[in-house]
Each structure stands twice: as structure tokens, then as C-alpha cells.
């Protein structure tokens, strides 16, 4: 197994009670949270509650110069004032970059890493990268680094969007898990993160879908255990797009809590609950929660802001 120290990994594991079922919700700092996390932490929260499970935060912002001024106190205040509560410590993916780059040691050991000169300037328009670096044996230092990738099918079965497959080789070639400027990807950084937290099930939104298989092929060649995937279909607004930061989705106002709540619980095709407390209300949102009942495909018909 491809991993971090040994004596990390089991303090990091024994932070949290690997209970059969564990999820996760993990949003980025990019933006404040919008309707469409709303639903996210509201489909995350009661499938494993319902499950008997746990139910984690984590704040993914290894991505520091896209970090919105402000937007992690935002998502904290949503958090209080939607009354979720966090089963363990909240954590920040900026302050661990160092157990990532130790990660990272362990595949180039291994050789299944390498370091990439290309610029995207130099790659031009085509997706698929090519493996030109694979054989050049650069310094890692000031360098992209890419995994390996092989000629293989990954599938997995979704609990909402089905059997979902990609070759790695042919969809998408080599990827990157360290960008030149130093950055940590989110690919590697999620898997990590779901490994050490004991996380068994990942509910989030179907724009994720794609990410997948990269995410699996990953947590495979580090001898981490595949998870269980709920892939959401998405809220829509006026435009037909989905609401998100990029196109300036309304941030949730914290003082309509429990109309959004109630909201976000019909859109997800869940039996209404009455207005109280969001504690109460996620009480019995969880108590009436159904799977089958989510609608099917990757969108939500109807508007939202």
C-alpha cells in the first residue's frame, strides 16, 4: 500500500468512528454556498443519518488563489444557522498539504509518478495528454506531476445515475496531481482526505460525476478501500445552467433558514416537513428520508436562484 506514515494515518482514522456507513460534505471556499450546496448538505446529511451513520465537514481549499475572500467564514455560518453539526473536527485541506506531498513521495518512489514540463500553451486544444514527460525523468522540482495512467476500464455503480465507466488512458491520459505552481489537485486531496477520514460514501452533485473514476483509479494504486457514490442531480436557474459560483448563484441567506431548508428537502422529492428549528426540520427530513424518491437523471426540474 502506497500511503502516509503509518502512526499519521492511524491518528488520523481514530479522529473519527469508522462506522459502517461515514459521509462526508465538502465544499470549496470559492464562492459563498449557494442553493444547489444547500441541497448537497441536505442529500449528505440524511442519507447517512438515515443510515445510522456519521456525518463529516471538510473545507477543500487546497486551491489558495481562487479562495474567495470571506466565503469560509460564510460556509460556517450556513453551518450554524442551519443547525448541521459536524461529527468530527472540521478540517481545512490547506493546512495538510504537507501529508499530500507525502503521498506524493510514496508514488514517485514507486515510479508511479512524473514530472511534466508541458505548459498548456504547449498542449494546445487536445484534452488527452499524450505522455510526452513520462520518459524524460525530469526533477520533480517547479514541474507539473502526472500519475500514470493504463489501458483498463474503471466502472462503478452509482446509486442514482447507474454504471458509469471510463478508460483513463483513451478519455483522458496521464493527469495532473501537482500543478507547476505548486498547487495540490483536488484529485489527490479528496481521496486522501475520504481515506483518513473513514469516509464510505460520497453524496454530492452529478457535475462530479466525471471526477470518479480518476478519484477510484487513485485510491486503488494507493491500496485504498472504493467508496459507495450518490451523484445528485443539479438545480437549474432561469438560464437553464446550474447553479454555482461561477455563475454567480445567490448565496444562501441565513436568516430564511428553514424556508431554504424546506426547500432544498422538496427538491430532492422528499415528503415536506414543517417549519421549525433546521435541527427539528433535519430531524424529521430524516426521519421520512427515501432514496427512491430523489428524481432521477442529473438535473431538477424547475428554477432556482
Avoid at 500553451?121 to 514527460?133: D, E, Q, V, W
Avoid at 455563475?247 to 441565513?254: E, F, G, H, S, Y
Amino acid at each position: 500500500m502506497v500511503t502516509v506514515d503509518n502512526i499519521l494515518v492511524e491518528q488520523q482514522r481514530n479522529d473519527v468512528s469508522l462506522n459502517r456507513y461515514s459521509g462526508r460534505f465538502a465544499p470549496s471556499p470559492t464562492g459563498p454556498l449557494h442553493f444547489g450546496s444547500l441541497i448537497t448538505a441536505v442529500a449528505s446529511y440524511c442519507d447517512a443519518k438515515s443510515h445510522d451513520g456519521q456525518w463529516i465537514v471538510r473545507i477543500e481549499d487546497t486551491d489558495i488563489p481562487r479562495i474567495y475572500p470571506g466565503s469560509e467564514d460564510h460556509i460556517l455560518k450556513c453551518l450554524e444557522a442551519f443547525e448541521f453539526e459536524s461529527d468530527a473536527t472540521i478540517i481545512f485541506q490547506k493546512d495538510r498539504l504537507d501529508i499530500y506531498e507525502s503521498v506524493l513521495k510514496d508514488l514517485h518512489d514507486q515510479g508511479l509518478v512524473y514530472a511534466c514540463q508541458c505548459t498548456r500553451k504547449m498542449l494546445g486544444s487536445n484534452h488527452i495528454y499524450a505522455g510526452t514527460c513520462r520518459e524524460l525523468h525530469l526533477p520533480l522540482e517547479h514541474q507539473a506531476i502526472r500519475v500514470k495512467v493504463h489501458d483498463e476500464n474503471i466502472c462503478f455503480e452509482d446509486i442514482l445515475q447507474g454504471q458509469h465507466c471510463s478508460n483513463l488512458e483513451y478519455d483522458l491520459g496521464d493527469f495532473v496531481l501537482k500543478r507547476r505552481d505548486g498547487i495540490i489537485n483536488y484529485q489527490l486531496a479528496v481521496v486522501v482526505d475520504d481515506y483518513l477520514q473513514g469516509i464510505t460514501h460520497v453524496v454530492r452533485g452529478a457535475d462530479l460525476l466525471d471526477n470518479t473514476e480518476r478519484q477510484i483509479y487513485l485510491a486503488q494504486i494507493l491500496g485504498y478501500p472504493q467508496l459507495e457514490y450518490m451523484h445528485l442531480p443539479l438545480a437549474m436557474n432561469e438560464h437553464g445552467t446550474k447553479l454555482s459560483k461561477q455563475n454567480l448563484a445567490q448565496a444562501l441567506d441565513t436568516a430564511q433558514a428553514p424556508q431554504l431548508l424546506s426547500q432544498a428537502i422538496l427538491a430532492l422529492g422528499q415528503l415536506p416537513v414543517d417549519l421549525d428549528r433546521p435541527s427539528v426540520m433535519l430531524k424529521q427530513a430524516v426521519a421520512q428520508w427515501d432514496r427512491n424518491s430523489i428524481p432521477k437523471g442529473t438535473e431538477i426540474s424547475g428554477f432556482f436562484k
